[in-house]
Every structure is written in C-alpha cells, then in structure tokens.
C-alpha cells in the first residue's frame, strides 16, 4: 500500500502511515498528481529516531479523501533526492523549505532559493540581504526595490521588479523578515489554551480559519465529538470572518483607484461585522470565541437577534455601494483585464482559495472536504474565469452575497438550549499519532498537521497558510502591467506576511 487515506479532521497511527522508498514514494506521488482533482496540501521533514522523516499528504478534491504517505531518510547524511517540483512545478515552495530546513538537495530543481530565512536554518551563513535576486543584464532595463519597510502598516516584504520603461517584465517578492518560530512555540507551549492563542495569532486576519483548525485537530488526536451547536457556531464565525476581510478588500481596490465613496461606505460597513465579533466574544477579530470542544460564547436569542439586525444593517448599504462600485466606469477601467493569472498558470504554481477559484479551479475545502457545518448547507463555490481584478473583486462579493444567506440559515437552526462546557485541557491526545485538519479560510485553504509522542505529547506541529501557495500568484499577475498597476494588483489578492513568515 502507497498511501494512507483518510478523511478531513482525522488522525492515523504513525505505525498505518505507509514508509516508501524514495524512487517509488516519487513515482507514486506524481502519480497521483496527475489526477487534476488531486493537489498537495502539505510536504515535509520531521526530525526522528530513524532519520528525517518526510511526510506527503495530497488531497483528492473529488472523492473527499486524503493520501498520506513517507519515507525516511538518515539524517546523518548528506541528502539528494530527485526533485518532484522538475515534473510537478506545484511543489517547488514545499521542496525549497526543506532544503532551506534540513539542507536536502533536490536534484533538478528549477531555484532552490531561500523561502523564509528562519532562525533554525540548516545553513546558518546565509542572510537576508544575500538573497538570490533574478536579474538581466540589459541597458535597456531597470530594477525597482519595495520595502521590507513601506510607508503604510502593512508587514515587512520586499519586491524586485524588472522594468522596461513602465512595463514589469519580472517580479520577484522575498519575504522571511519576521521570525516568529510559531511551529516550535506549539510545542513549547504546554497546555491546549496557550497553543490555542498561538493560533489566533498564526494571521490577525484569520483567527478563525486558523483557529478552527487547530481545535479540529486537537479535537481528532482527542477522540472528542463536537456537538452541532459548536460546528453551527463556528461556520457563522467563519463566513463572518469572510464578510468582514471581503469588504475590507474592496474597499482597499476603491481606495487605489481613487473611488472614494466605496472605499469610505465599505471601510465603515466592515465596522458592523467586526463589532458584531465584539458583541459576541469581547474581541472584535473572534479572539476567544473558539475552544477545542468547547462554547464559551453559546448564542442566545438576544445575541441571534442582534446578529441579524446587524446582517440587515449591513446588507441594505453593502449592495448599494457595491452594485455601484462594479457599474463605475473609472473603477471598471483599472480592474478590467489587469492583473491576469491564467488557468494554466494557477495550477503550475498550485494556487488555492480565490486566486484558484478565479481562474476556473474549483478549489475549496468547504466543498471537497467539508468540515463544521458545511456538509449540511450544501455549499457551492463561486467560481469565475478571467483571473484579473476585476475577478477578484466580484468573487469577494458574491461571496459576500452566500456567506450572508449562510449565516440566516444556520441561526435558524441553533439549538438554544444545548451548550458544551468541556475544559479544553482536560482533553488526552493520542499517542503517536498524525493528525490533519483543513479549513478553507477566507484568502484559500489552511492546513494544520500534528504528530505526538508516545506520551500523548505534541512532537512536531506544522502550519500551511494559503499564501505559501499564493504569493508567487501576485508575481505573475503583474507581468505585462505597468508599475503603478502594482498596488491594485496586490490588494486584489492581500495576501499575508505574518502567515507566510511563520
């Protein structure tokens, strides 16, 4: 047997996880990725007695299953492998961050560069400022540096482009300036409420997604069941979530296309949904609204009430702006046709989420393995085909439109009068055992894979943010534009440092 399938938010004995030999886990992987339905969700290298352990798991989007499979190599040695990323461009961040990890070298690799610079690299000479920039040598060209510093708030990044005149021929974006060990923190961090703060902060903007995550995790290595009210509970929270950094987003497109009236009107209705956040939990970004197999904040019919009240709120002038905003000719004239990402080029690169589910992929783990209270609302993607701005724009609202009908129907069907009062560090996990969990946060799918010991302790933790997959989406987006289409072209995706910086 090649691979271990199992579903979303389960576990597997390490003992079931099949152990290959490279050249057949290799040919078995590819294999398998030939299928368009399947996609990497998570590879890399784990530290054992045996050696360096690599662990694969890929995600068929079809058939709601999940192949996990290994193989081990001696860590004393130094390591060479054929490079899966020479026939399957997909895999390139995910072999790039083991080599830059464990020093392995992947033989036909296209650029085994630097991913994030972490404190634990292998290579300890290696520096932020010795990045390996592409470059072309040409009288006729010019290259332009952004940041790490830049004159907004947003978090530490630098762009190189390659310019011939006002047209960005190339774009390389180096990230890896804040180093935050949260994987390690995890295993640091003793108790299920600390690591639950950790990944709260994995990406302010998705504490929920990387929230509800962690808990579906912790909740499998538990054998804890999860009562409906806790999965009605969290999907609200999720599709709020989206509510709120959509609207956020296309009021930061108005802004760098100088339509003033939308990004004023969609800042202050991204208000309403945060503060419903506050009124529900006391924090306005979800912290502390969710606990591994708990509800600390059960709804109640005042708290429903006001829920709906502030979804009408939002609604009436959400549409009316919106309706406007993508009949603006001005506004039309910067989104239409800039910034394309093609079909082909999203699955080279294995984009998810909406840089996926724009370019015809359809993409999304609330579909292909559902999780909290998906299954039961039948949830169809959004899925359009251009690829551009203007794309990316109308996906955010349409998703908009469906997270505000999902929320109605699952306050309908709360039970007011069941909550859950489990203290989540009452909660035994498993002994050696391997865990994955996938939630399709608003930017595209997260990942969260654990491993304990024999002890039932955690042993390695590891974290996918979709920007890992979609940063290099950005980077082929400006191709053929001009310089100053830059800023539209990165807030139609906005995608994360700090979740990328892990």
Same mark, same amino acid.
């Given at each position: 047997?090649?691979?271990?399938?199992?579903?979303?938010?389960?576990?597997?004995?390490?003992?079931?996880?099949?152990?290959?030999?490279?050249?057949?886990?290799?040919?078995?992987?590819?294999n398998l990725l030939k299928n368009k339905n399947c996609h990497c969700v998570n590879y890399y290298a784990v530290p054992t007695a045996e050696g360096l352990k690599f662990i694969c798991c890929i995600a068929d989007d079809n058939e709601n299953k999940?192949?996990?499979?290994?193989?081990?190599?001696?860590?004393?040695?130094?390591?060479?492998?054929?490079?899966?990323?020479?026939?399957?461009?997909?895999?390139?961040?995910?072999?790039?961050?083991?080599?830059?990890?464990?020093?392995?070298?992947?033989?036909?690799?296209?650029?085994?560069?630097?991913?994030?610079?972490?404190?634990?690299?292998?290579?300890?000479?290696?520096?932020?400022?010795?990045?390996?920039?592409?470059?072309?040598?040409?009288?006729?060209?010019?290259?332009?540096?952004?940041?790490?510093?830049?004159?907004?708030?947003?978090?530490?990044?630098?762009?190189?482009?390659?310019?011939?005149?006002?047209?960005?021929?190339?774009?390389?974006?180096?990230?890896?300036?804040?180093?935050?060990?949260?994987?390690?923190?995890?295993?640091?961090?003793?108790?299920?409420?600390?690591?639950?703060?950790?990944?709260?902060?994995?990406?302010?903007?998705?504490?929920?997604?990387?929230?509800?995550?962690?808990?579906?995790?912790?909740?499998?290595?538990?054998?804890?069941?999860v009562l409906p009210n806790i999965h009605i509970s969290r999907t609200i929270a999720s599709e709020l979530e989206r509510i709120a950094m959509h609207t956020a987003d296309l009021s930061a497109l108005c802004t760098d296309v100088a339509f003033q009236?939308?990004?004023?009107?969609?800042?202050?209705?991204?208000?309403?949904?945060?503060?419903?956040? =506050?009124?529900?939990?006391?924090? #306005?970004?979800?912290? *502390?609204? /969710? %606990?591994?197999?708990? !509800?600390? +904040?059960? &709804?109640?019919?005042?708290?429903?009430?006001?829920?709906?009240?502030?979804?009408?709120?939002?609604?009436?002038?959400?549409?009316?702006?919106?309706?406007?905003?993508?009949?603006?000719?001005?506004?039309?004239?910067?989104?239409?046709?800039?910034?394309?990402?093609?079909?082909?080029?999203?699955?080279?690169?294995?984009?998810?989420?909406?840089?996926?589910?724009?370019?015809?992929?359809?993409?999304?783990?609330?579909?292909?393995?559902?999780?909290?209270?998906?299954?039961?609302?039948?949830?169809?993607?959004?899925?359009?085909?251009?690829?551009?701005?203007?794309?990316?724009?109308? =996906?955010?609202?349409?998703?908009? #439109?469906?997270?505000? *009908?999902? /929320? %109605?129907?699952?306050? !309908?069907? +709360?039970? &007011?009068?069941?909550?859950?009062?489990?203290?989540?560090?009452?909660?035994?996990?498993?002994?050696?055992?391997?865990?994955?969990?996938?939630?399709?946060?608003?930017?595209?799918?997260?990942?969260?894979?654990?491993?304990?010991?024999?002890?039932?302790?955690?042993?390695?933790?590891?974290?996918?943010?979709?920007?890992?997959?979609?940063?290099?989406?950005?980077?082929?987006?400006?191709?053929?534009?001009?310089?100053?289409?830059?800023?539209?072209?990165?807030?139609?995706?906005?995608?994360?440092?700090?979740?990328?910086?892990?």
């Amino acid at each position: 047997m090649a691979f271990q399938v199992v579903k979303n938010n389960s576990t597997i004995p390490l003992q079931q996880i099949p152990v290959l030999e490279y050249d057949v886990f290799f040919q078995e992987v590819l294999n398998l990725l030939k299928n368009k339905n399947c996609h990497c969700v998570n590879y890399y290298a784990v530290p054992t007695a045996e050696g360096l352990k690599f662990i694969c798991c890929i995600a068929d989007d079809n058939e709601n299953k999940i192949h996990v499979t290994s193989f081990i190599k001696n860590g004393d040695e130094a390591i060479t492998l054929n490079s899966l990323t020479a026939h399957h461009k997909a895999m390139h961040i995910y072999e790039r961050e083991i080599h830059e990890q464990y020093g392995v070298a992947f033989y036909g690799h296209p650029w085994l560069k630097p991913v994030r610079f972490p404190f634990d690299k292998k290579d300890n000479t290696l520096n932020i400022p010795d990045y390996p920039f592409y470059g072309i040598k040409s009288h006729e060209l010019h290259e332009v540096g952004v940041g790490p510093i830049h004159a907004g708030i947003i978090e530490p990044g630098h762009f190189r482009f390659i310019c011939n005149g006002e047209k960005v021929l190339h774009l390389e974006i180096h990230l890896g300036f804040q180093h935050r060990g949260l994987e390690e923190l995890m295993l640091q961090d003793k108790t299920i409420l600390q690591r639950t703060i950790l990944a709260e902060s994995i990406a302010g903007d998705t504490v929920v997604g990387h929230n509800s995550a962690f808990c579906n995790a912790m909740e499998a290595l538990g054998g804890i069941e999860v009562l409906p009210n806790i999965h009605i509970s969290r999907t609200i929270a999720s599709e709020l979530e989206r509510i709120a950094m959509h609207t956020a987003d296309l009021s930061a497109l108005c802004t760098d296309v100088a339509f003033q009236l939308g990004s004023a009107v969609l800042q202050g209705l991204r208000t309403i949904i945060i503060n419903t956040f =506050l009124i529900w939990c006391g924090n #306005r970004f979800a912290r *502390k609204l /969710i %606990r591994c197999g708990s !509800e600390p +904040y059960p &709804l109640n019919a005042e708290l429903i009430a006001k829920i709906k009240q502030n979804l009408d709120l939002f609604e009436k002038r959400y549409l009316e702006v919106v309706d406007k905003t993508m009949d603006m000719p001005s506004v039309l004239a910067r989104f239409d046709r800039t910034g394309i990402v093609t079909h082909e080029q999203s699955r080279m690169i294995g984009a998810v989420g909406m840089a996926a589910r724009t370019t015809g992929i359809i993409r999304d783990i609330r579909q292909s393995h559902p999780y909290a209270s998906y299954a039961e609302i039948m949830h169809e993607p959004v899925i359009l085909e251009t690829g551009d701005v203007k794309a990316r724009a109308k =996906l955010r609202d349409l998703e908009v #439109r469906q997270s505000l *009908k999902y /929320i %109605r129907e699952l306050l !309908e069907k +709360y039970d &007011l009068g069941t909550t859950s009062k489990l203290q989540p560090d009452s909660i035994k996990l498993k002994p050696e055992t391997f865990a994955i969990a996938l939630t399709e946060g608003w930017r595209g799918e997260i990942c969260h894979c654990a491993i304990t010991t024999k002890d039932g302790a955690l042993a390695h933790y590891k974290i996918k943010d979709p920007s890992l997959n979609n940063w290099m989406a950005l980077a082929l987006a400006v191709r053929d534009n001009d310089i100053s289409d830059f800023p539209v072209c990165n807030k139609s995706f906005n995608l994360s440092y700090c979740g990328y910086d892990l």
